[in-house]
């Protein structure tokens, strides 16, 4: 599977964006599907992940109530909606494939990943 993060930014605190993950290759329609970000001197932590059929998803305490993930599975998209961002979202976002079809928290638990999208929050 091979992975296209897309969509991110420079925007200010307060803003939007919408990240998208366009999957290729064998198919990972009957996966979960995560986000992870990484901050310049920080290791990368999780932020959301969605089941296969889209029926579940799970998120980092600190994006719950202003990131939405959904999938398009026609599509072998998945997106990140993010309103209301804070400076300390600024880090490279990277989506990853799970071994599983419900997603968790963990890197391990992911075994194909994107490149990343650079989101830069600042005024």
């Known amino acids: 599977v091979q992975l296209q993060a897309s969509g991110g930014g420079l925007v200010q605190p307060g803003s939007s964006l919408r990240l998208s993950c366009a999957a290729s290759?064998?198919?990972?329609?009957?996966?979960?599907i995560g986000w992870f970000r990484q901050a310049p001197g920080k290791e990368r932590e999780f932020v959301a992940t969605?089941?296969?059929?889209?029926?579940?998803?799970y998120y980092a305490e600190s994006v719950k109530g202003r990131f939405t993930i959904s999938r398009d599975r026609v599509k072998n998209t998945v997106y990140l909606q993010m309103n209301s961002l804070k400076p300390e979202d600024t880090a490279v976002y990277y989506c990853?494939?799970?071994?599983?079809?419900?997603?968790?928290?963990?890197?391990?638990?992911?075994?194909?990943w994107g490149q990343g999208t650079q989101v830069t929050v600042s005024s």
């Open positions: 969605i089941s296969w059929n889209g029926g579940a998803t």
């Open positions: 290759g064998r198919t990972s329609s009957n996966n979960a």
């Open positions: 990853a494939v799970s071994r599983y079809v419900s997603g968790g928290s963990q890197a391990g638990q992911y075994n194909s």
